[in-house]
């Protein structure tokens, strides 16, 4: 079992208050490097979520001043950095990522906050410069209401941050439910806001539990007003199919499919070492990770090379051991869709450059899959079809602009891309013609806290980071002002 200074209780967090679940049940966090039980949390239901949503509309009775806004992200922002090795512990072992990019994670976290800090000032009252029909006219940026922040098992404390900064930044009281899977790391950020901050009751909440019927629950409940999301494409779908009776508004961040182009006149070394940074983190399962990486055919064999090389030296292992670059995958099910992948991959074609097929997994923890690369992978190929969310690297030739635009664009999933080469005309023509809202050039580097960062088309649409993200949690109240007589 988990033993931590930042768990004086392992509960849910409703108005102000640490809960169980109203008749008791919990469920199991496990560490997927070994299969050890780290701690039994509460399981809650519609009941409970009924319950903390009530706690949120009521703490909207006193909405907060911008000033005690910007305190309450400067202290979370302070508490993450002082707390990141505690926190990158917690994460790991919940989640299998190596320690240091765990703690990085938490960096990445607090860098929301203080983004969100830094800007508030975005969220003043604006007066137009106009004066139509001889009126003062102010556009106020009023909390949106009750919103509820739903995020995913690969980057626990990551995503919520996206969400919870900018919900905090407008006033809206939020209600947080966080996956099953990674539930520990939330628990000990909401040690950190009971500890740290003033917060109004029911300014945050968090109920841990089963997906469906608490998703339900928020979906359904009137007076939840905005209903941020990241998570697959088909959840997505079902989100804004379910929103439409509440006309409720949602941000959702869905699935990727990033193409990673490397033309032959780019930087062959840098462009192998920032597909490994970009496509191995957290071992492959995350959303803006290069799925397809398409390389000019006079560049394949060498650029096939350094990434086998580079690919062949990460360490993989438990996330607590010295060296250890790449972690599990989360459980057996992800294991089973990298390995799927990889064999239909080689079934039609593809030639193995570096791994092999490492056989079934016995059991639902220690899901270590190897570093794997292969040539030859093509449009017909599940790894091209699907997100992959594992450490596997298939290579694709192109032989000119239009066949790489045409290849990269070849998805329904529109969220991230990566363009490598040394020609900058080249780049300027291609980057317009990408269909994805982040295109690095030269770079792997996905989403910053100060950067608006999103979907398009089946991965989703809304904002998080940058001043668009601190938009996300308003309604905007436009008052002109008359001058009577």
């Not at 990434?307 to 089973?336: F, H, N, T, W």
């Not at 950067?451 to 008052?479: C, K, N, W």
Request: charged share 20%; with cysteine.
């Amino acid at each position: 079992m988990i033993d931590s200074p930042l768990f004086p209780e392992l509960k849910a967090y409703i108005a102000g208050a640490w809960v169980e679940a109203d008749d008791g049940t919990t469920f199991r966090v496990t560490n997927p490097a070994d299969g050890e039980l780290l701690a039994h949390v509460p399981a809650l239901g519609p009941r409970e979520t009924d319950q903390a949503v009530a706690a949120a509309e009521a703490a909207l009775a006193s909405p907060p001043e911008l000033a005690t806004r910007r305190r309450w992200l400067q202290a979370i922002d302070t508490a993450l950095r002082d707390n990141q090795a505690e926190l990158g512990r917690i994460l790991t072992l919940e989640h299998g990522k190596p320690h240091a990019e765990a703690q990085g994670e938490v960096r990445y976290a607090a860098g929301f906050f203080a983004y969100a800090a830094e800007h508030l000032d975005t969220l003043q009252p604006r007066t137009l410069a106009e004066q139509p029909r001889g009126c003062t006219w102010t556009v106020h940026y009023r909390p949106a209401g009750a919103v509820a922040l739903v995020t995913p098992w690969n980057f626990p404390i990551g995503m919520l941050a996206k969400k919870l900064s900018a919900s905090l930044a407008a006033g809206a009281p939020a209600v947080v439910k966080p996956s099953s899977k990674t539930p520990l790391t939330v628990l000990a950020l909401f040690t950190l806001l009971e500890r740290e901050l003033d917060l109004p009751e029911g300014m945050a909440n968090l109920v841990t539990g089963a997906a469906g019927p608490i998703g339900d629950a928020l979906l359904g409940d009137h007076r939840i007003r905005v209903l941020s999301f990241t998570g697959s494409t088909a959840v997505g779908q079902a989100l804004i199919r379910g929103s439409a009776d509440d006309c409720k508004r949602l941000t959702l961040e869905l699935g990727g499919n990033a193409p990673f182009l490397v033309f032959a006149d780019a930087d062959l070394d840098h462009a192998a070492d920032q597909l490994i940074a970009n496509k191995f983190r957290g071992s492959g399962q995350t959303c803006v990770c290069t799925n397809r990486i398409l390389v000019e055919e006079p560049a394949m064999d060498a650029f096939a090379e350094k990434v086998a090389e580079r690919a062949a030296r990460l360490q993989v292992g438990d996330g607590m051991a010295e060296g250890v670059d790449l972690g599990p995958l989360i459980d057996r099910s992800g294991y089973d869709k990298v390995r799927r992948h990889y064999l239909d991959a080689i079934d039609q074609g593809a030639v193995p450059v570096l791994g092999a097929d490492p056989g079934p997994l016995e059991q639902d923890f220690g899901a270590f899959f190897p570093p794997t690369v292969v040539r030859g992978a093509g449009p017909h190929m599940a790894c091209w079809r699907e997100e992959t969310f594992g450490p596997l690297v298939p290579l694709a030739p192109f032989r000119d602009e239009a066949e790489a635009l045409g290849l990269a664009n070849d998805t329904e999933l529109g969220l991230a891309a990566y363009l490598f080469t040394g020609d900058d005309a080249r780049a300027e023509r291609l980057i317009p013609r990408l269909a994805f809202p982040h295109v690095g050039w030269n770079t792997g580097s996905g989403p910053t806290p100060e950067a608006p960062f999103g979907g398009t088309r089946r991965s989703g649409y809304g904002r998080e980071g940058g001043l668009e993200g601190l938009l996300e949690f308003v309604e905007t109240q436009t008052v002109p002002r008359g001058q009577p007589g």
